[in-house]
């Protein structure tokens, strides 16, 4: 089974900063996914961080405010730009590995 | 219609007691379908797939209904450690499409 670290685990931002999160795979995967959970809510599919294109992004989600970098098959970082209280949430890491989807400890998020 | 659709609970039960949650979805196409659980500020990990004809792991039992579109996770005997949160997932439009969770609180 894969072992996914994500970092930070949790941090608390100013509203108009951005915080990047960054999540490593103890093996090369094809796909990763990034996934936010919010208070109370189902996971929601951010986008998939396919190695060497451009991530796939997710209805209700956009580049410009969750760019994602995927610059080999071990590593996705997702960031969250010019944030508001509305983006506190925790953010997941996800990978498929033999027809399984592991995640990551996730990352919470608060926005002030 | 939500895609996924989940009793949030909370289910309190004893221990050792059998407890059922079910599930619907909405999409007919759905070809694959899995119940993860979610402890307390973790992450979700995966507690078992459903097969058409039903399939059972131990104390887990899950069943897919197609025609009615629907999903169930029995537990028997129920432990202080099931204490959790349950997550029905099917495979939606090649997306794995998380409901919002049943919670189950098992008590001494």
């Known amino acids: 089974s894969a072992v996914i670290s994500q970092k930070p685990s949790r941090d608390i931002c100013q509203r108009g900063t951005s915080l990047t999160i960054q999540c490593q795979v103890d093996s090369q995967v094809t796909m990763m996914f990034w996934y936010r959970q919010q208070p109370g809510q189902s996971l929601t599919l951010i986008a998939t961080?396919?190695?060497?294109?451009?991530?796939?992004?997710e209805s209700g989600f956009v580049i410009d405010k969750f760019p994602i970098s995927r610059p080999n098959l071990t590593f996705s970082t997702l960031t969250v730009s010019n944030m508001s209280p509305e983006d506190s949430s925790i953010y997941l890491c996800?990978?498929?590995?033999?027809?399984?989807?592991?995640f990551g400890e996730g990352s919470r998020l608060t926005v002030l | 219609r939500k895609e996924v659709e989940q009793d949030p609970g909370p289910f309190n039960v004893p221990e050792g007691a059998t407890v059922a949650f079910n599930c619907t979805y909405s999409?007919?196409?759905?070809?694959?379908f899995f119940w993860y659980r979610q402890d307390c500020r973790k992450e979700p990990k995966l507690l078992m797939s459903v097969y058409s004809s039903g399939n059972e792991d131990g104390r887990f039992t899950a069943q897919l209904n197609r025609a009615s579109q629907y999903i169930s996770l029995l537990i028997r005997d129920s432990k202080l450690s099931d204490s959790a949160t349950y997550l029905c997932?099917?495979?939606?439009?090649?997306?794995?499409?998380f409901g919002k969770g049943t919670m189950l609180l098992v008590s001494p």
């Open positions: 961080a396919n190695q060497g294109s451009e991530a796939t992004y």
């Open positions: 999409n007919s196409a759905s070809q694959s």
């Open positions: 996800s990978v498929e590995d033999t027809g399984e989807l592991f």
């Open positions: 997932v099917p495979f939606i439009r090649s997306t794995l499409t």
